[in-house]
T-cell receptor, first 112, second 112 residues
Framework: KAGVTQTPRYLIKTRGQQVTLSCSPI?????VSWYQQTPGQGLQFLFE???????NKGNFPGRFSGRQFSNSRSEMNVSTLELGDSALYLC???????????FGDGTRLSIL | QKEVEQNSGPLSVPEGAIASLNCTYS??????FFWYRQYSGKSPELIMF????GDKEDGRFTAQLNKASQYVSLLIRDSQPSDSATYLC????????????FGTGTRLQVTL
């Protein structure tokens, strides 16, 4: 069974630009969550999508948004990039109920 | 604010010894508990999950949960150098199973 796939693996952008990250969950998983990991703040929850609807949201500004498609694939968008957005962005998928989340390899975003 | 606390380490144990990693959480409503292992430069990998008080064993790993004292621990028996990594404790709450709150992680070093 293929794991969670995130693309691209690495991304370099400049301040003010926007970026879109993609995540394909494990087959059969309908829940997709996004996290930001930085050395200073650790792993922080951004949002979760289930059946194309945002089900939970973390404490991030509106510049961070996401969506989910009917095949459960998800995208995350960050607009007006700031230096502080440099981080590892992780996507995780899970099945129904309390099934644990499995993470993809992440997208490392660097803002110049 | 829901918090998850871990000692950052490093926790150094000799090869073959038992490594004991601890995690405390602030919210008594916490429902599900997870341990992830993260190698440097890699994404978190699920090691164990536990939902009920008591012990849960899987190979060399044992997760222990004590809801009354609000702590969860991970024991690694017969520690190997390949176990050297950062171990992240994560907690979720009823109705938000896919929204994990992470501790900052404990760095484990297994020495020869």
């Amino acid at each position: 069974k293929a794991g969670v796939t995130q693309t691209p693996r690495y991304l370099i952008k400049t301040r003010g630009q926007q970026v879109t990250l993609s995540c394909s969950p494990i087959s059969g998983h309908r829940s997709v969550s996004w996290y930001q990991q930085t050395p200073g703040q650790g792993l922080q929850f951004l949002f979760e999508y289930f059946s194309e609807t945002q089900r939970n949201k973390g404490n991030f500004p509106g510049r961070f948004s996401g969506r989910q498609f009917s095949n459960s694939r998800s995208e995350m968008n960050v607009s007006t990039l700031e230096l502080g957005d440099s981080a590892l962005y992780l996507c995780a998928s899970s099945g129904t109920g309390d099934q644990p989340q499995h993470f993809g390899d992440g997208t490392r975003l660097s803002i110049l | 604010q829901k918090e998850v606390e871990q000692n950052s380490g490093p926790l150094s144990v000799p090869e073959g010894a038992i490594a004991s990693l601890n995690c405390t959480y602030s919210d008594r409503g916490s429902q599900s508990f997870f341990w992830y292992r993260q190698y440097s430069g890699k994404s978190p990998e699920l090691i164990m999950f536990i939902y009920s008080n008591g012990d849960k064993e899987d190979g060399r790993f044992t997760a222990q949960l004590n809801k009354a004292s609000q702590y969860v621990s991970l024991l690694i028996r017969d520690s190997q150098p390949s176990d050297s990594a950062t171990y992240l404790c994560a907690v979720s709450f009823p109705g938000t199973a896919s929204k994990l709150t992470f501790g900052t992680g404990t760095r484990l070093q297994v020495t020869l």
